[in-house]
């Protein structure tokens, strides 16, 4: 497995992630958060107060993904469904503070899928959710579809970010790898548990360790369990490379080279959110940039450790991933520079 990069190869990869052009299909978010603090416990019920004192809004999901790909300095078309209320419509809003076109298909007859959450004094206290889980309609599938056709032969991968909340079904997910493999384009699934096996003959697949577990029904945790239930896996779905995110333990590849493993480049943890859009972002834009599935992992691994230091829905920033590679792997140690 690589764990180090020449100065060169790296400057050559980052240098080609501009104006890579990636769709983004799936379920689209609008996270809202409330800041504050806790001084006291109600009087009504034992739960705490908080003082808000300040309130924002954030890319999530799927265009959440998107967001970290213009951090990236590519370019993400972005397919998706809000509703017609206020949360589509500050979607939107956000995707044009940061001169992006999108897609966003409007479904009347469901809501935008809004999650806010309440930080007080840097810990999450509570998140509530609204969101409708049922299918799109065929009609609105069709739309998707038909946007996505559009602009095929103009992309370099597309990427399939599924949260269970309705958008990726089938018949569209099985429609939408068959037309990006007719043009040889590259397909990154983010999948979820309701349409695991569905994400068949892809080029990557990455699922989270209790994603696999929930999915096969299986514990990873057992000697050469990974290895077996990869093995498995990929043999049914099919896919080029298998990808599974491990948390603290970093990352698992298996593909037809054989096994490898990243370790985690975290340093500090203050909120895991986010971490698996921007370790599928970065993932993608470096694979379609010409990185190697092995090159594009551990990036996309310092990716999630920078993601995972924020609080908060946070895209990296291609100039932040660049230097924190560089600050590992090209710089002298601290002692080395004091000696000097």
């Not at 509570?126 to 038909?146: G, L």
Request: hydrophobic share 40%; aromatic share 6%; proline share 3%.
């Amino acid at each position: 497995m690589i764990s180090r990069f020449d100065e060169t190869r790296l400057q050559t990869l980052f240098a080609s992630f501009a104006g890579k052009r990636i769709a983004v299909i799936g379920d689209v978010m609008l996270d809202r958060y409330y800041w504050g603090g806790v001084s006291r416990i109600s009087p009504e019920a034992p739960v705490p107060v908080v003082d808000v004192r300040d309130e924002s809004i954030r890319l999530g999901g799927a265009a959440n993904v998107a967001n970290n790909i213009v951090t990236l300095k590519g370019v993400p078309i972005i397919l998706g469904v809000v509703g017609h209320d206020n949360a589509g419509r500050e979607i939107s809003a956000l995707y044009r503070q940061i001169d992006q076109s999108h897609n966003l298909i409007v479904d009347a007859d469901r809501p935008t899928t809004m999650k806010t959450r309440v930080i007080a004094d840097s810990q999450h206290v509570v998140r509530f959710d609204h969101e409708s889980r049922e299918d799109i309609s065929h009609t609105t599938q069709n739309e998707v579809f038909a946007a996505l056709q559009e602009v095929i032969t103009t992309l370099d991968g597309v990427i399939l970010e599924d949260y269970n909340k309705g958008v990726l079904v089938q018949p569209l997910i099985g429609n939408i790898i068959a037309l990006a493999n007719k043009h040889d384009i590259p397909v990154m699934v983010d999948p979820k548990f309701k349409n695991f096996s569905e994400y068949k003959n892809v080029t990557v697949f990455k699922p989270n360790k209790k994603e696999f577990e929930d999915a096969l029904g299986v514990n990873l945790d057992g000697d050469g369990q990974l290895e077996k239930s990869a093995a498995a896996l990929r043999e049914r779905i099919g896919c080029k490379h298998l990808l599974v995110t491990l948390g603290a333990k970093g990352m698992f590849l298996y593909d037809d080279d054989g096994v490898a493993r990243v370790a985690t480049y975290a340093r500090k943890v203050a909120d895991v959110s986010g971490a698996g859009d921007t370790v599928i972002a970065t993932l993608t834009v470096a694979f379609v940039s010409g990185a190697t599935i092995r090159e594009a992992a551990v990036l996309a691994n310092y990716a999630a450790g920078l993601a995972c230091e924020e609080s908060g829905i946070v895209p990296v920033k291609l100039e932040a991933l660049y230097n924190k590679i560089a600050d590992d792997m090209f710089e002298p140690s601290r002692s080395e520079r004091t000696a000097r």
